[in-house]
C-alpha cells in the first residue's frame, strides 16, 4: 500500500470519527446527566429520611408533654408517678380493675396516647379500622360474599325464588401483649426522676413496634393474623377462596423485572371499582427508594412528592403509606400493596392499659408489668392487593 493511499485511509477514518463525534458526546452528556439527576434524587431522599426521623424523635420528646398539656393526661401521668414509687392508687384517675397483689390498675388516658403513638410507628395501625370488644375473648362478623339473585319480571310475571346470598363468618380472637419493665430502686427514690414520663415512652415504645409489626406479620400464634401471614393467589376475585388475597407477579425473581411501571398499573388496575376511592399504597422506605427512580414513557417520573409539608406521597394518582413493618424486596415476597385496607383488615382490642408493680421479684428494682389484649384479620380479601416479585408458576 502507498503512502497515498495510507493517508486517504487515515482521512476517512478521521472523517467517520468526526461525524459520530457528536452522538458520543451526546451519549456521554446524557449519561453524566442521568447519574447528576440519580445523585441529587437520593440526596433529596437521605435528607428527606433524616427530616422524618428528626420529626419521630421530636414527637417521642414532647410525648409526655403533650399528655401534661391536658388536665387529665398531668394528673394520670403524676398519678402513674406516685403508685410507682410506692403503689399508691388515686382512684380518681387510675382505677383499679381486680384485686390483686401490688394492685391492677386501668390508666385511660394513657391508654389513648399510646395508641396515638401507635399510629405515629404503624401506618397499618393508622389505616386499618378498629373495633372494641367489651366483653368476651371473640369477634365475630358474617361476611356476605355473594349477593342473592334478581330477576326481571314483567306485570303479571311469576315471582321464583332467587339464589340464596352465600355467607362466610370472620372470627378474630383477643391476644394478649405484654411489657415487663425493670426500674432500679434509687431511680424510684429520686424525687427529680420522672418516673410516669418514662413508664410511657418506654411501654410505649414497645407496645406500638410489637403491634405493629404483628398487623402485618403476626402468624396467629398467641398473636393477631397479620395481613401478610394469608395465604396468596393470582386468581382474581370471585374464583379463589374467601380469605385468600390475590397477587400480581412481577414475573422477575426478586425484582420489577424491565416491566415495573406496567406491572404497578396492572396491580392498581387489579382493584375493584368499590376499594378504589380510598385505596392506597403500602411499602417500606427501601421499595419506595426503587420505585421513585421508575419513570413512564415519556420520561416522567411516576411518583409524586406531596405538595405541602404534611401530605403523603402519591404514586399513579394514590397516597403512598410507609410501614417499616412491611418486607422488603426478595424471592418471591409481598413487598408492594395496593387497597383500601380499612375494608380489608380490623384490628380489635379490649379497652384500658393493665399495669402491675411488683416490688419483691427482683431485689433493689421494681419491675412494671403491662399488658393489653388486640386482636386482628381479614375481612375483605377483595379489597387489597399484593405485587409478588416472582414469576408465575408454569402449570
Not at 326481571?152 to 315471582?159: F, G, L
Not at 418506654?202 to 406479620?217: E, P, T, V
Not at 411501571?261 to 396491580?267: F, G, I, Q, S, W
Not at 383488615?345 to 402491675?356: D, K, Q, S, V
Amino acid at each position: 500500500m502507498t503512502q497515498s493511499t495510507n493517508y486517504q485511509e487515515l482521512h476517512r477514518h478521521l472523517k467517520a470519527l468526526n461525524m459520530v463525534a457528536p452522538q458520543m458526546k451526546q451519549a456521554v452528556d446524557a449519561t453524566r446527566d442521568h447519574d447528576r439527576r440519580l445523585s441529587e434524587l437520593e440526596t433529596k431522599m437521605a435528607v428527606a429520611y433524616r427530616v422524618a426521623t428528626e420529626v419521630r424523635d421530636q414527637k417521642t420528646e414532647s410525648f409526655v408533654a403533650s399528655l401534661r398539656g391536658s388536665r387529665n393526661g398531668a394528673a394520670e401521668v403524676d398519678a402513674l408517678a406516685k403508685y410507682a414509687r410506692a403503689g399508691i392508687e388515686i382512684h380518681n384517675t387510675i382505677s383499679t380493675a381486680e384485686p390483686a397483689e401490688g394492685g391492677y390498675t386501668v390508666t385511660p388516658v394513657l391508654s389513648d396516647t399510646l395508641r396515638a403513638k401507635l399510629h405515629d410507628v404503624s401506618a397499618m395501625a393508622r389505616i386499618v379500622s378498629r373495633a372494641t370488644l367489651d366483653r368476651g375473648n371473640t369477634w365475630l362478623q358474617p361476611i356476605n360474599t355473594d349477593l342473592a339473585g334478581a330477576t326481571w319480571v314483567a306485570e303479571k310475571d311469576a315471582r321464583n325464588a332467587n339464589t340464596a346470598p352465600s355467607f362466610e363468618q370472620a372470627e378474630i380472637t383477643l391476644d394478649e401483649l405484654a411489657s415487663l419493665v425493670p426500674i432500679t430502686q434509687r431511680a424510684i427514690d429520686d424525687s427529680f426522676y420522672d418516673l410516669g414520663g418514662f413508664l410511657v415512652q418506654n411501654m410505649g415504645a414497645q407496645f406500638a413496634r410489637s403491634i405493629g409489626d404483628a398487623l402485618l406479620n403476626g402468624d396467629g400464634d398467641k398473636k393477631p393474623n397479620g395481613l401478610l401471614s394469608y395465604d396468596t393467589t393470582d386468581e382474581p376475585d370471585g374464583v379463589r377462596d374467601w380469605f385468600k388475597l390475590q397477587h400480581i407477579n412481577t414475573e422477575a425473581a426478586s425484582s420489577f423485572g424491565s416491566t415495573g411501571p406496567e406491572k404497578l398499573v396492572d396491580l392498581a388496575y387489579s382493584l375493584r371499582a368499590p376499594y378504589r376511592p380510598n385505596a392506597r399504597w403500602m411499602m417500606s422506605r427501601a421499595t419506595a427508594s426503587a420505585i421513585r427512580k421508575m419513570k413512564d414513557d415519556d420520561g416522567r417520573f411516576i411518583w409524586r412528592d406531596g405538595l405541602e409539608e404534611g401530605q403523603p406521597a402519591t404514586l399513579l394518582g394514590h397516597p403512598v403509606e410507609l410501614d417499616e413493618f412491611m418486607p422488603e424486596i426478595g424471592t418471591d415476597s409481598l413487598s408492594v400493596a395496593f387497597g383500601d385496607f380499612a375494608q380489608c383488615y380490623t384490628m380489635i382490642e379490649r379497652p384500658g392499659l393493665r399495669l402491675l408493680r411488683d416490688p419483691y421479684t427482683v431485689k433493689g428494682s421494681v419491675l412494671f408489668y403491662a399488658y393489653q389484649r388486640i386482636g386482628g384479620g381479614v375481612i375483605n380479601s377483595e379489597a387489597v392487593k399484593f405485587l409478588r416479585f416472582g414469576v408465575t408458576p408454569s402449570e
